[in-house]
């Protein structure tokens, strides 16, 4: 059995009508045949992949439960072969799905049966680094670290760190709005993008923003930024670089139980500091990274936090004074401090493995992604805790505590009868939990297909209506990476609300629901 | 099966349904495939994926092929061509964060891929004059004299220079430009004594290519375990491991290589086996996977995969005795995608080299990468083993360094084969070579003199 993040009962239950498997033409649909002969003509043979056993090697992404064999894949390698089959697509009205590194945990490109998957790791060329500007253009499948590699030389990098940040493309963080440890201090990826060259879901190609900050009129560049492909495909991006931090320090602290460590985040930030980061792995996690990197934590602990400060030397000293002793203060039995880039990248690799580390001691997990006030952190770790303890199904957590961003790893066995079932109850309590605290059903995964059920705990039908109206204005016939975020399909130009039976325009043959 | 097939089957029709990839002979493991959480981080870490960006063509999408292969799909000619273009270097088991075991389930996949697949017959013949000639040393040797007048005669220059020989055989041609200068056979005797205090008996395995197109790397070893204090005991009757058969799914070729090498050694009187080629030594250490349903070897095999050990492992573990003269140069250390990502053995070799006085180690960019050799690789495959070649060369002479110090002879010749088309030269050294030159106090003009590129 597969082991992956995510159980049979959100990927029946939760989907609904829009089920690409269920609905819609299918793969030998006349308009795709027409769409498939058509880029067939137009790009080369190499790009344009048909062949089955390739086709499903692209069915899932990070989120493997869900898998969606698409009808062709387009393997891209100019902004030309982009333009060229989104607007083949628009003509034959087929759905589109743009895929990255495919390393997203929501199934955000989980592709569609009856369209085409548009690969984007291709196009992976850094255009331009221009240092003095503190700007980068880079193609769409650019790997996020290879962005701060080029910069390095000039003594910049890029600032957002998902932790797969190994692998994940820049593409992929444009429509996730990807944060990362680092988030806390510095900002999510909206906060680094100036600007994009731009498909929209008719075929045109277009500039958003631009070098310069703030440009005037509607930010589409900030509508485009975490809207999951549901708006179009970026083709280059123009990224803000940072300063490299004159001085790093990362420290490492062990404590009792998960509330002394939130204790001592509460305390930190309190005290005003703001640190590049501050992460906590709970006792369960810390053993699955121990298993993966031997990242050699503190035994015993419940809890570590591992700390970052950077900035000019002087603050940085005088604020890891502050650190140590407000770790001390709130229980920390053991305080580390990375001495070198070994050390950190140590200190560091068993926070950035833990969720496939996770993979060691447990054959199947869901890894949960949910924000709340970072006051709320005892409380709703303990209700977890509690969760966890009345239905014996385990949870590891690894989060951001700085920013209160939850990431538990719920953990079973799909092989035994019925435990996917109740790791899945316990994943959808503890987004329960999320939004009572005040917070959010995802903090950087997306929403995807794995969420778009939850989107109305958080939000009325207006609020989702209006959100719905900003999708038809950029894609009036619902083909760009349709079935994603919104728990149901809805056509532009409908009044919202509820109907009953099929849609007139849809009975009439004028529109079809995607 | 489909409704229409079940429907005819019913009927008493005949039906044709494709054959599944893989049959009930050590297919690969289900339970191995679903350790694989699809989360990529072993992407950015497998050549063909940095090459060529496709799924397809990365660890992940193979297993996902492999999936497909264990739910009963066909072995396709794609499917094939997927698994054959895996050089096989590991990296992606070092990048796994969830412990897949990449490495056995390409090895069993391979096997069934060569029981189960037609090749074409200009594959299959390729195939077949590689594995004819590669792991018998005498048919090497064979050939080493019409290769060395050819080089003397500047033959091989004439032919690189028309291009002909890519023209009629792009895998010959590759052949032909990775073939070393050759230098004197050295031959060594069965048994060296330790020199000073005896502080262990170690068998030590001469190789194929190793033995016979570089020699001086075997003499080397010798001196240097000598210099440490071992007995070396080097038994004459001794062929091939077995590594590039385990390598390419030869599988019943391998088990005898595997089984003639335990009977070469098992009566040695050896406390280790010490191999100075990374691809042998993973090999040698896998005997006991390989030969467990072999129910007269199995127990044996194990016996023998304890006592492996590279050569760069038991001198770090012994500890130096011999004293290490100074060498002043700048060495450069590349990785054996065999020794780092299939043995594990990263610290050891840089260890040694930082014990030699004056010698100044420089780390290559991207060192996980594979630098496109790969065993048998450039020569089924010389368009990406070139390009591969071509960035690790790159790499290599962005460090600076004077010399190339690595552990497999197939990377030696990869590596020279890259710089040399840079239209640069590095001076190229096995780890032993180094160790060598330091405790015989030889100067560096002995490393940088002779051993150039071209």
Known sequence: MSSTHGTTKTAGAVVGPSAPERSGPTGDSPQVRAVRRRVQELLPAKTVITDHARLRTYECDGLAHYRVTPALAVLADSVDDVATTVRICAEERVPFVARGSGTGLSGGALPRADG?????????????????????????????????????????YYAPDPSSQQICSIGGNVAENSGGAHCLKYGFTSNHVTGAEFVAPDGSVVELGGRALDAPGYDLLGTVIGSEGTLGIATAVTVRLTRTPEHVVTVLAGFPSTDDAGAATSAIIGAGIVPAAIEMMDALAIEAAEAAVHCNYPEGAGAVLVVELDG???????????????CRDNGAFAFRVANDDVERALIWRGRKSAFAAVGRISPDYIVQDGVIPRTSLPKVLRAIAELSASSAVRVANVFH???GNLHPLVLFDDSEEGQGEAAEEISGKILDLCIEAGGSITGEHGVGMDKSAYMPRMFSDADLDTMQMVRCAFDPNNISNPGKIFPTPRLCGEVPGRHKGEHPLAKSGIAEIF | MT?????????????????????????????????????????????????????????????DLMKQGLEGDPLTDSMVGHFDACLGCMACVTACPSGVQYDRLIET??????????RTRRDKALRGAIFALFPYPRRLRALRGPLRGWQRIGGDRLLRRTGLLERIAPSLAAM???????????????????????????????????????PAVNAATVRVLAA????????????????????????????????????????????????????CGSTMKEYAELLRDDPAYAVRAVAFATKVRDVSEILVELGPVATRHPLPITAAYHD????????????QPRALLNGIPGLQLREIADPAICCGSAGIYNVLFPEPARELGDRKAANVLATGAELLVTANPGCLMQVAASVERAGETIALAHTVEVLDASIQGRPVASLTGGGTSS
């Open chain 1, 116 to 156: 085409v998957l548009i690969v984007m790791s291709r196009m992976r060329a850094i255009r331009e680094v221009s240092a003095e500007d503190q700007r980068a253009v880079v193609e769409p499948g650019v790997i996020n670290l290879d962005v701060t590699k080029a910069a390095a030389a000039h003594g910049y």
């Open chain 1, 312 to 326: 000019p030397e002087v603050e940085v000293r005088q604020e890891f004074d502050q650190v140590e002793r407000l």
């Open chain 1, 401 to 403: 505590a700085g920013d």
């Open chain 2, 3 to 63: 409704t229409d097939a079940l429907a005819a089957a019913a009927s008493g029709q005949s039906i044709d349904l494709p054959t599944p990839a893989f049959d009930e002979y050590r297919p690969p493991s289900a339970a191995l495939v679903g350790d694989c959480v699809h989360c990529g981080f072993c992407l950015p870490s497998c050549p063909t994926y940095v090459l060529w960006g496709e799924e397809m063509d990365s660890p992940r999408g193979r297993i």
């Open chain 2, 109 to 118: 996949t391979r096997a069934q891929v060569e029981r189960r697949h037609q």
């Open chain 2, 176 to 214: 032909e430009r990775l073939a070393p200068r050759l230098g004197k056979a050295e031959r060594l005797p069965e048994r060296t004594a330790a020199i000073g205090t005896r502080r262990a008996t170690v068998g030590m395995l001469t190789g194929c290519v190793q033995r016979e197109f570089f």
């Open chain 2, 228 to 279: 440490e204090g071992c007995d070396v005991v080097v038994p004459a009757k001794q062929g091939c491991c077995g590594a590039l058969s385990v390598h390419n799914g030869r599988e019943p070729e391998a088990l005898r290589f595997a089984r003639a090498l335990i009977d070469s050694f098992e009566n040695a009187g050896v406390e280790w086996v010490v191999v100075n080629a990374a691809g």
């Open chain 2, 336 to 347: 054996a995608c065999h020794l780092a990502h299939a043995q594990g053995v990263r610290a």
